[in-house]
C-alpha cells in the first residue's frame, strides 16, 4: 500500500529545511540546481511576457526564487500540501520581493483537489510532485487541468522521478542512481531514498507523460535534461490555444 495524502502531508511538514536551499534543491534528486535552471529559464524564454505563475508542490519556494531571478514582475500562487513549505515559500519570496510588494498567494491543496480558472495563468511549474498522483485517471486529469488553466502561449514545466518503459533499463538507471546515493551519505541513505520512493511514490515513463502534454493539448514539448531516474520537460499552448 502506498502512503496516503495525509501521511505525505506529515512527512513534508517536517522536513521544511531539506527544501530552502535555493543554491543545491533537494540533494537526493540528481541534477537538481541544473534541473532547476533549465526550466525557470525555458519558462522565460518560452513565455517571455508572463504575468501570473503558479507552483504546483512549491515546497519551500525554490522553483519560483529561481524562476523570478528571470521574470522579476510576475504575482504568484503557490500550491503545496503543507503548511509549513507555504508558509516558509511565502515568507522567502517575500523578503527577496523589495518587502513584500510582489502579489503572492497560496493555496494548501492536493493538486489532484485544486481548481483554478480557465486561462488564469501563464507558467505551471511542478517540481518534484506529479510521481504522488497514482490512477491513469488521475494523470490525464492533471494533465488536462494544467492546461486549461494556461492562457493561450502558456507553459508547464515538470521536472520529475521516472521510469524507464524497459525493466531491464529502469533496473540498470536505478542501480545508477543508488551509487549517486551512496557518493552522498553511504549504503544506508541509499536504502533510506528507495524505501520512502517505493513507500510514497508512483512515477511514470517520460514518454508517456510527453504523450499526456500532446493528448491535452499542447502544441510544443520539449525535453530539457534526463538524468537515469529524473527529467526536465515541458510543453506551450499554442497562441490561440483554447
Not at 131 to 150: D, G, K, T
Request: hydrophobic share 45%; with cysteine; glycine share 8%.
Amino acid at each position: 500500500m502506498k502512503s496516503t495524502v495525509e501521511e505525505i502531508r506529515a512527512r513534508f511538514d517536517g522536513d521544511v529545511e531539506r527544501f530552502s536551499n535555493l543554491e543545491t534543491g533537494q540533494a537526493a534528486t540528481m541534477d537538481a540546481p541544473l534541473a532547476m535552471d533549465l526550466i525557470c529559464r525555458a519558462a522565460a524564454t518560452a513565455t517571455p511576457h508572463a504575468r501570473h505563475v503558479v507552483d504546483l508542490g512549491c515546497g519551500a519556494g525554490n522553483y519560483t526564487l529561481k524562476l523570478l531571478q528571470f521574470l522579476p514582475h510576475v504575482s504568484v500562487t503557490l500550491v503545496d500540501l503543507s503548511r509549513p513549505m507555504l508558509d516558509r515559500a511565502d515568507q522567502r519570496i517575500a523578503a527577496a520581493s523589495a518587502g513584500g510588494a510582489r502579489a503572492v498567494k497560496t493555496i494548501q491543496s492536493d493538486v489532484r483537489d485544486l481548481r483554478l480558472a480557465p486561462a488564469s495563468c501563464d507558467i505551471i511549474l511542478a517540481a518534484s510532485v506529479l510521481h504522488h498522483l497514482r490512477e491513469e485517471s488521475q494523470w490525464r486529469q492533471v494533465f488536462r487541468f494544467c492546461y486549461e488553466a494556461l492562457a493561450p502561449g502558456g507553459s508547464f514545466w515538470i521536472f520529475d522521478l521516472i521510469e524507464h518503459t524497459s525493466p531491464g533499463i529502469q533496473a540498470m538507471m536505478r542501480e545508477q542512481f543508488g551509487k549517486y546515493l551512496e557518493s552522498l551519505k553511504g549504503a544506508d541513505y541509499r536504502r533510506h531514498v528507495f524505501d520512502y520512493i517505493e513507500r510514497e511514490d508512483t512515477p511514470r515513463p517520460l514518454v508517456s507523460q510527453l504523450e499526456l502534454l500532446r493528448e491535452a493539448g499542447f502544441s510544443a514539448v520539449e525535453v530539457l535534461h534526463v538524468n537515469t531516474l529524473f527529467a526536465a520537460f515541458g510543453g506551450r499552448k499554442a497562441d490561440g490555444g483554447s
